[in-house]
Nanobody, 116 residues
């Protein structure tokens, strides 16, 4: 069964850091791109960062310079290091993989709350 499992969310003060982890399992295909999305209350889900198998990365403008995405291809694991967190980063963060047939695979999400 294709599965993505996220972990590492929590409550952090403004200016703090968190590291999210996503482990993929049961994928019967080679994963090319892995991405992190987030969805804040009342807002649409948006892409935060993506990384190709080659290591090439892309970031949303709102997180450039603060967030870093990385991956380990052998274990199909992707991380999101989040520094200088701000209240506007509060959201549920989701891991995403698109299979070769165009189907989105999502994790269950992990809550990130930035508040003092």
């Amino acid at each position: 069964q294709e599965q993505l499992v996220e972990s590492g969310g929590g409550l952090v003060q403004p200016g703090g850091s968190l590291r999210l982890t996503c482990a993929a399992s049961g994928m019967r295909f080679r994963i090319n791109s892995m991405a992190w999305y987030r969805q804040a209350p009342g807002k649409q889900r948006e892409v935060v960062a993506a990384i190709e198998k080659s290591g090439s990365t892309k970031y949303a403008d709102s997180v450039k310079g603060r967030f870093t995405i990385s991956r380990e291809n052998a274990n199909n694991t992707v991380w999101l290091q989040m520094n200088s967190l701000q209240p506007e980063d509060t959201a549920i963060y989701y891991c995403n993989v698109v299979n070769p047939w165009g189907r989105n695979i999502w994790g269950q999400g992990t809550q990130v709350t930035v508040a003092s």
